[in-house]
Nanobody, 130 residues
Framework: EVQLVESGGGLVLPGRSLRLSCAAS????SNWDMHWVRQAPGKGLE????????????WYADSVKGRFTISRDNAQNTLYLQMNSLQSEDTAVYYC???????????????????????WGQGTQVTVSS
């Protein structure tokens, strides 16, 4: 079955960096676009970033553009999110997700709810605090 397992979250000081990983299995990873979505405490889901199957194109939410970098290693079936210059507003559970039914422009994507993705990981907590 499709499995997505996030790791790399934790407590980090403002201004520091963290790298999240998502280990994928049970589907042809190299043929599927991948995304990161987050949910801050008491808030709804927020689409963060996406990447095409080959890694040739990426999308970023305005709130993270210039600070976060999405990448993938298809040989290892792994998705990454490098997060730099972290702020308290970045505190959230971060999810790896795929099988997207939302819409994307040339630079960003939009989602309405959890059902916009067919598959989700369990999430990893990122807390940015001093």
């Amino acid at each position: 079955e499709v499995q997505l397992v996030e790791s790399g979250g934790g407590l980090v000081l403002p201004g520091r960096s963290l790298r999240l990983s998502c280990a994928a299995s049970g589907f042809p990873f190299s043929n599927w676009d991948m995304h990161w979505v987050r949910q801050a405490p008491g808030k709804g889901l927020e689409w963060v970033s996406g990447i095409t199957s080959s890694g040739s194109k990426t999308w970023y939410a305005d709130s993270v553009k210039g600070r976060f970098t999405i990448s993938r290693d298809n040989a290892q079936n792994t998705l990454y999110l490098q997060m730099n210059s972290l702020q308290s507003e970045d505190t959230a559970v971060y999810y790896c997700a795929t099988d997207f039914a939302g819409a994307c422009s040339g630079t960003v994507c939009w989602m309405e709810g959890r059902s916009d993705f067919g598959y989700w990981g369990q999430g990893t907590q990122v807390t940015v605090s001093s």
